[in-house]
């Protein structure tokens, strides 16, 4: 199956510095990576779409200027955490739609946990 | 408002047994239904999914069955395994509506099979 990988699988940082997560399909192309957020024992929660080229759209309430994405390539998005915080604390985890595949199906990273002290 | 809905939050099944976890949904433009399977600190595996032309689909001991007119769907495992102790999340989406083919997951359900 389509295979999607995260770095780093965890991280711990100081508050107000800025950390970079990379998503990669490493097997296809993906034309639009989703990013998400999960906090514990709740559901996932889309932040945002990023498609290849263009400007990444966030969902309501997901401050555009503290996740910075960037989907430079069909295989590469990155989130940017911007002057992380203790609430930014949380597991991260981005899935990539198959160019060539259905249309629906999404494949998932392993996820980023992220900490902020 | 809630789109997908999964009302249990855990489910305690004896090994061997039929697990069977719900979803219930409340957009009717809703097309195409997915189940994942996902364990702590790690990222959702795709399990199984139904289009809505059909009523049921099976995989293995995985079988989903979709009911159009009351909005739900169902996964049935059997038999259970200690293994398949883990969060399920069911997620919907539409090809041609306001999700745009994005997914629209429920809560989770958390299930525990027990030796």
């Known amino acids: 199956g389509a295979v999607v990988s995260q770095h780093p699988s965890r991280v711990i940082c100081k508050s107000g510095t800025s950390v970079k997560i990379e998503c990669r399909s490493l097997d296809f192309q993906a034309t639009t990576m989703f990013w998400y957020r999960q906090f514990p024992k709740q559901s996932l929660m889309l932040m945002a779409t990023?498609?290849?080229?263009?400007?990444?759209?966030?969902e309501q309430g997901v401050e555009k200027d503290k996740f910075l994405i960037n989907h430079a390539s069909l295989t590469l998005s990155t989130l940017t955490v911007t002057s992380a915080h203790p609430e930014d604390s949380s597991f991260y985890i981005c899935?990539?739609?198959?160019?060539?595949?259905?249309?629906?199906?999404?494949?998932f990273g392993p996820g980023t946990r992220l900490t902020v002290l | 408002d809630q789109q997908v809905k999964q009302n249990s939050p855990s489910l305690s099944v004896q090994e061997g047994r039929i697990s069977i976890l719900n979803c219930d949904y409340t957009?009717?433009?809703?097309?195409?239904f997915l189940w994942y399977k996902k364990y702590p600190a790690e990222g959702p595996t795709f399990l199984i999914s139904i289009s809505s032309i059909k009523d049921k689909n099976e995989d293995g001991r995985f079988t989903v069955f979709l009911n159009k007119s009351a909005k739900h769907l169902s996964l049935h495992i059997v038999p259970s395994q200690p293994g398949d102790s883990a969060v399920y999340f069911c997620a919907a989406s539409d090809n041609y509506g306001g999700s745009q083919g994005n997914l629209i997951f429920g809560k989770g359900t958390k299930l525990s099979v027990k030796p």
């Open positions: 899935s990539a739609r198959d160019r060539a595949g259905f249309y629906n199906e999404q494949f």
């Open positions: 990023s498609n290849e080229g263009s400007k990444a759209t966030y």
């Open positions: 957009n009717s433009m809703f097309d195409y």
